[in-house]
């Protein structure tokens, strides 16, 4: 199954991963057909399941509690780049290639 750029396009903003060579595109087509099998499974009667813990009907959250605090100078310390007190994640993104420039190697692959 190909993909398409204007696929590859949306999931390039979405995840903010390049898939400007032919490697990468393969590896997105084969992922694609491995997910597709699932479409074989027969789930005809099957109730959605709420949690995979089949005994449990619900979910419950624990308490946190809180030790420490008043860190932030100390955590900002640990990233490579900020903005005001906010880390910049993902750090260093790599500007995306046009649609005409992608289109060359999706012909290819």
Not at 16 to 21: G, I, N, Q, S, Y
Not at 87 to 105: C, H, Q, S, Y
Request: with cysteine.
């Amino acid at each position: 199954q190909k993909v398409s750029v204007e696929v590859l396009d949306h999931l390039e903003h979405l995840a903010l991963v390049d898939f400007r060579d032919s490697e990468g595109v393969e590896r997105l087509q084969k992922a694609i057909q491995f997910a597709d099998q699932l479409h074989e499974v027969n789930t005809d009667g099957v109730e959605p399941m709420d949690s995979v813990l089949e005994d449990r009907w619900c979910l419950y959250l624990r308490e946190d509690d809180v030790t420490e605090g008043n860190c932030t100078k100390e955590l900002l310390e640990n990233a490579r780049e900020k903005v005001e007190e906010y880390f910049v994640a993902p750090p260093g993104n790599i500007p995306l290639p046009k649609l005409e420039e992608r289109d060359t190697f999706l012909q290819g692959s």
